[in-house]
C-alpha cells in the first residue's frame, strides 16, 4: 500500500531511473536521427537552466496536499476528457481529476459488448462491403474536438480521424456514440482534425458548421496505378466536410505533408503544420529542408473559388478540388492559401484562447514560432511583404517541442517530447524578447513529465473559456511508471494542476496504447440523454404484441422486446439456411436496464439501452437448439433471462 | 475539483440517491420475479438490524484519511487485478488499491491496436474458417482464474471462459497474452472455470494440471438437429482440460445447470453449483424446486472410471463421457458425483483459504450454505447417510446473496444482490449457530455498495495466502456514481479495506461493461517477461540483410525489419492480385520500443514489441501507392518511419 503523500523532486530513485531512461531510449532516438550534436548544442543554450533543475530540490511549491484530488466515493469528476485512443480505433471519455475511464466509444472498432460491428444499424455506419462484411475493421484515431457555438463547446458533437483508412467519424456527444462516418477521397495519412467556430462569410453563423482534415501522406491522384514511381507527380489534400451532412463540401490540393489543424475564431482561417514540405518520399529527403510551414487557408477565398469554377475533380471522386499549392497562390491578394516558414518538422499548431496567435512547434527546433492572426489577416490583404512577416516570437523553449495548450492568462504549456518536459512560457514575454527586449525570459516553469510527452492540453484550452486549471500531458512511455505487465506498457497520463505560478503533478492515470490528443471539457457543459426514445428507432417494435416471425421466402424476420427477466419469445423457430433477422426492442425505461442478446456458438452478440432497437442479420448456417441469454446484467433472474434459438434441417 | 474528503455514511444525498433507486429497479427486480413476498419476509428476519442500520450515524470506524490509499506518482500498485470484461471478450488487469488499468488483453475480441484478429500468429491461436477468416469474433468472459503451486498462485497461467460460443482460453502470465483457445465439444453456456491445485492421485504433483469448466445450458446430445422439442431428453457436461495441451481430457453428464466453479486444495473434488436442477426450459420450470444442488466431482474416481472404459462419446466429439447424474450415482462409495441440496438457485461457490469449507449461496434463499470439505470426502466413503448431511451452517446474511470471499481470519463476505451490501460473517459463529447455540451471530458488519453487487473477491483470497487485506465489489449498476455518458453506463468497482473490524470503502474505480469475477494477486508473485527472444519467433526475420521479396506463382512473402526510425525497405512492390504475407521482426531492444505497422486503406495494423516478429497474409486487391508508416509512437521521427505499397496493375 501506498504511504508517501509528498512529491519529492529530488527523490533519487525515480530521478535514477528517469536519467537511465534518457540515458537509453533518448540516445537511441537522437542517434538513429542521427541528430545528436546539433540537439545536444541547442540543450546547452536553452533558458532558463536546462533540464530538471528547476524542479530539483523538494520545491514547496510543487507539493500536492494528501488527498487534495482526490474524487471522493460517490462524488463526481468535474471534467470529461475526451481522447483519441489511437490504432485501437476508439474514442474515450475520462473523468477528471480522478482519471477515471467513463466510456470507451467504438467507432471504427469491433465492439462485441455494444454489438458495434455487429448489428445492422452500426454496420450501416461503418459501412460495408456487396457481400454485407464490413469494409474495414481497423482505425488509427488521433484527434478528438468537439462543435462549436460562440466560441465554446455547444456538446453536440465530437469528430475523430481514421489515419489508417481515411475516414472522419462523428460522435453525438448527448448519447455518446457514433452516428456517421465518412471515407474522404484520395488522400492518405488523414491525421489533423479541427471544426470551424464561425462562418467565415456569415458572421451571425456563430457555430461549427465545417470541419477541416489535413492529411500526411501525398500520392498520385487518382491513386488507381498511375504515377507509381514518379513522386514528384504526388501530392497531399486539404479536406472540409459538412458538419450535418457529414458529406465531403472540397479539398484543397497543397505542397508538403500536412500535421495538426487549427482554426481561428472568426471562422476566416485554418491552419496546418506542414512537415516534408520537400515532398519526400524517404526520410532523408523529408528532413532536407532547414525550413518547413505553417500553412493557412483562406476559407471564404476557397469557397469563392469553387463557386466561380476554378476547381477540379480527382478520378471517380466528384468533391471540388481547388490548388492551393504555393506556385498557384504567389500573390497573396487572391492566394487561397499562406506559407508562412516555421522552422523544420514542426509537430502542432494551435490557436491561443484570446484568438491572437496560432504557435507552430519546432519538433526538430527548440523553438515554438507564434504568428499572429491579424498579421496572416495582412498578408491575405497584400499589407505585407513575406508570409515570414507574420511571425511575432519564435521563443527558444526545450528539445523537441510538439504541442502547445493555454491557460487563458497568456501562458503556453508546451511538451518537450526529448526533454521530458512540460514548459510553461509566457506570450507577452516571448514577444518582447523576440523585438529585441532582452530583458525578459518567456520560459516561466519547467516541470519533468515520465515520459517524453506527445500532446499536451488544458481544461476548456481550445475555447474562449480557457480556465487554467488543469492540464494533461500525454505520454509516449511510461517504463517503471506502472507495475509491469509484459512487454506490451500501458501509457502514462499526467495529470497537472496549472492554476497556480508552478505546475504541480496531480498524478499518473493509465491510458491503453495509445491516445493522441484529447480535450477537456468542463462537466456542466456536456448535456447527454440518458434513456432513448423508443420513437428514435424506426425499426421499433412497440409492443409485446408485435412479436412475431415473419417468413419471405429463406428470409425470416424475427420481431422480438425484452424486460427483465424475459424476452418476448420463448423460442425462435427457423430452418437451416434461412437468412434471418432479428429485431429486438428493450421496452425497460429505468435508467441503465440494459440487456444483451447473446446466441450460443453463433458469434451474434449486442445490447439494447432502455427503450432502444437494434437488429442483426445472419444465416443459420447449424442445426440444433442454441441458446439466447441476457449478455448484460439486468435483474436478479439475470441468469434465467433466456429463449433459444431453434434450426430445424 | 472535489473537495469532500471524509466518508459521511449518513450522507443524506447519498442515501436518497440510493434508496430512491432501490425503490425502483430493485421493485422492478422483485415484482419482475414475482416474489416480492416472499423476499420481504426473509428482509424481516434479517440480522443483526436490518439495511444500512448498521452503517448510518456517521461512524468513525469507517472512516478513510485524506490520501490514505492513494498511490502518488511514480510510485507502483501493491496489488493486481486479473478481471474478466464480459461480452467485451477481453481480459483486463487492475492496479489496486489505485484502480489504474494496467492492460487489456484482447482474447476473444479483434484488438486492431495489437493486431489480434489481424495477424497470423493470433488467428491461429483464435481459430478460422476455411477461408481464412475468424471463426469468431465475439466472447463473453466471465471468470478468470490462475495457476496454483502448493495453493497459491505460481504466476504461470491465467484461463478465462467464453459463454457465448463456448470456449477456454489460456494466458501466459509473463507476457500477458493469450497463448491458447479451445473450444469445448457439445456444451452452451460455458460460465464457470477453476483451476485444480494438486493432483488427485499423485499427492507429490502439489501445482495444477486440470482445468474444470461448468456449463449452465443443457441442449441436445449431439446437437445436430434432433430432439428439438423434447428437453426432457437434453443435458449439460462438465469439462476437464489439461491445463498444459489445452485438450479436453473428459466430460462428465449432469443434471441440472451448472454455474461457478471451486476445487479443493488435496485435489479431490471439484464443486460446481447448479440451479435450475428441474432441467426445465422456461423461466416457470427454471423455478420450481425448493432446492438446487452444490454438485461435487470426485475427480480420481471420473478417471478411473475413463481408464475402465466406463465412458462413452457424443456425436463427432472423441472426448471420453462419463455419466454424473444422480440416478447414475445413487450408491456413495461408488458415485462419482455427490449433489449436496442448497436453497434454489445459487449463484456462487467458494472454499475457504483454509481448505475446510465450500461456501454456496441462495441467491433467491437470505442463507449462505456452508459444506465440510471432511465431510464431502465422507460422503464419498460411505459414512453418511444422506448428501445434505455434509452441511455444517446455513445463516441468514441478507437478500440475494451471490459470491463469497474470505480474509483468511475465519471471515466470510458476501455479495447481497438485492440488498446493495457486502455482509461480513464469521464462519465458525455460523457453524456454532447451526449446531443450536443461540448466544452467536454470525454477521458482524455490513457495508452498503452501489448497486447492487454482483462478484466480490478478496486479496489472495482464492489462495491459501489469502492476506485479508482488501475486498472488491463489482457492482451491476453505476447509477449517480459517475458523471453521465448517455443511456450506457459504465460499471462501479468499489475497493474495500477489510484489515480491521469494519470494512471501510475506499474508492469507486471504473469498468468498461461488463466485468463479472477477478483474482487480486500480490504484485510480487507476479513476474513478467519485460524484452522478448528473438528465437522465440520461429520466422522472425533475424538481420536487416535477411529483408528480401519472394515470389512463388502468386503469393509474395516479404521479410521485413524495423528499427527506429525506419523500416528496413523504403517500398515493398507487387502485382494487383498478389497474395502477400509481410513478416516484420523489430529489431530495437530497448524496452517498450514497440513499432506499429499500418498500410493505408489496406485495413492492416498491428504491433511488433521489441525483438518479436508478426505476420499478416491478405490480398493485393487495390492497385496504387499505400503508405505504410509506424502507428505506435516509437521516436522523435515516429511519424517519418514511412515504407510504400506499391502495387502494380
Not at 474522404?184 to 467565415?200: L, Y
Request: glycine share 8%.
Amino acid at each position: 500500500m501506498e504511504t508517501q503523500h509528498q512529491e519529492t523532486d529530488n527523490n533519487p530513485l525515480q530521478d535514477k531511473g528517469r536519467r537511465k531512461f534518457l540515458g537509453t531510449t533518448a540516445a537511441v532516438t537522437l542517434a538513429g536521427a542521427g541528430m545528436a550534436m546539433g540537439l545536444t548544442a541547442c540543450k546547452q543554450g536553452d533558458q532558463p537552466s536546462a533540464g530538471s533543475a528547476t524542479v530539483a530540490g523538494g520545491d514547496a511549491s510543487r507539493a500536492v496536499a494528501a488527498g487534495e484530488f482526490e474524487v471522493h466515493p460517490g462524488k463526481l469528476d468535474s471534467y470529461y476528457i475526451f481522447s483519441s485512443s489511437g490504432h485501437n480505433g476508439e474514442v474515450r471519455v475520462y473523468g477528471l481529476p480522478s482519471g477515471r475511464t467513463l466510456k470507451q466509444i467504438p467507432v471504427f472498432n469491433i465492439d462485441p459488448m455494444v454489438g458495434w460491428g455487429i448489428t445492422n444499424e452500426s454496420k450501416k455506419i461503418m459501412g460495408t462491403n456487396p457481400d454485407g462484411s464490413l469494409r474495414y475493421t481497423t482505425g488509427d484515431t488521433h484527434h478528438v474536438h468537439g462543435s462549436y457555438t460562440d466560441g465554446t463547446y455547444n456538446s453536440k458533437y465530437l469528430w475523430t480521424n481514421d489515419k489508417l483508412n481515411n475516414r472522419i467519424a462523428r460522435i453525438r456527444m448527448d448519447r455518446m456514440e457514433c452516428d456517421a462516418i465518412t471515407e474522404i477521397p484520395n488522400v492518405q495519412g488523414f491525421h489533423g482534425i479541427f471544426p470551424d467556430k464561425r462562418d467565415p462569410v456569415d458572421a451571425s453563423i456563430n457555430y461549427t458548421t465545417r470541419v477541416f482534415c489535413g492529411a500526411e501522406f501525398h500520392s498520385p491522384q487518382a491513386n488507381d496505378g498511375r504515377d507509381l514511381d514518379d513522386p514528384a507527380k504526388w501530392y497531399g489534400l486539404f479536406t472540409c466536410i459538412d458538419a450535418e451532412s457529414m458529406e465531403v463540401r472540397w479539398q484543397a490540393k497543397v505542397d508538403g505533408n500536412m500535421d495538426l489543424v487549427a482554426t481561428s475564431y472568426d471562422g476566416k482561417l485554418a491552419a496546418v503544420n506542414q512537415y516534408n514540405v520537400e515532398n519526400g518520399a524517404v526520410l532523408a529527403d523529408m528532413m532536407s529542408a532547414e525550413r518547413d510551414a505553417c500553412l493557412f487557408f483562406n476559407i471564404a477565398r476557397v469557397e469563392a473559388a469553387i463557386k466561380a469554377g476554378r476547381s477540379f475533380t480527382i478520378g471517380d471522386s466528384k468533391v471540388p478540388v481547388v490548388d492551393g499549392t504555393r506556385q498557384a497562390n504567389a500573390d497573396p491578394k487572391t492566394a487561397l492559401t499562406c506559407y508562412v516558414p516555421v522552422p523544420k518538422n514542426p509537430h502542432g499548431v494551435n490557436l491561443s484562447p484570446d484568438g491572437k496567435y496560432f504557435v507552430c512547434s519546432g519538433k526538430l527546433s527548440p523553438t515554438a514560432t507564434v504568428i499572429a492572426t491579424e498579421l496572416v489577416h495582412k498578408w491575405f490583404a497584400g499589407e505585407l511583404n513575406d508570409a515570414r512577416d507574420t511571425v511575432v516570437a519564435e521563443p527558444e523553449i526545450g528539445l523537441g517541442p510538439l504541442h502547445t495548450a493555454f491557460d487563458g492568462r497568456g501562458n503556453a504549456y508546451t511538451s518537450l517530447f526529448l526533454d521530458s518536459q512540460i514548459v510553461k512560457w509566457n506570450v507577452e514575454n516571448a514577444i518582447a524578447q523576440f523585438n529585441g527586449d532582452k530583458s525578459v525570459q518567456p520560459v516561466v516553469d519547467r516541470l519533468d513529465v515520465h515520459y517524453q510527452p506527445g500532446h499536451t492540453y488544458s481544461s476548456m484550452g481550445e475555447t474562449k473559456e480557457a480556465d487554467g486549471k488543469f492540464l494533461n500531458s500525454g505520454n509516449k512511455f511510461s517504463k517503471d511508471r506502472f507495475l509491469p505487465v509484459g512487454p506490451l506498457h500501458v501509457e502514462t497520463e499526467q495529470l497537472i494542476d496549472i492554476s497556480n505560478d508552478r505546475m504541480r503533478l496531480i498524478h499518473d492515470h493509465t491510458a491503453y496504447p495509445e491516445p493522441h490528443d484529447a480535450i477537456i471539457v468542463r462537466a456542466d457543459v456536456v448535456k447527454t440523454q440518458q434513456v432513448s426514445n423508443m420513437d428514435d428507432f424506426p425499426n421499433a417494435v412497440k409492443s409485446f404484441g408485435d412479436s412475431r416471425i415473419e417468413r419471405n421466402g429463406k428470409k425470416v424476420a424475427v420481431y422480438l422486446t425484452s424486460q427483465a427477466p424475459n424476452f418476448s419469445m420463448e423460442q425462435i423457430r427457423v430452418k437451416l439456411g434461412d437468412e434471418v433477422t432479428i429485431t429486438l426492442t428493450n421496452h425497460d425505461r429505468v435508467e441503465d436496464l440494459t440487456h444483451g442478446f447473446g446466441i450460443e456458438n453463433y458469434n451474434i452478440n449486442f445490447i439494447v439501452n432502455p427503450q432502444e432497437t437494434h437488429s442483426v442479420t445472419f444465416k443459420a448456417d447449424k442445426p440444433g437448439v442454441f441458446w439466447i441469454y441476457c449478455t448484460h446484467f439486468c435483474h436478479a433472474l439475470h441468469l434465467e433471462m433466456r429463449s433459444r434459438f431453434i434450426v430445424e434441417k
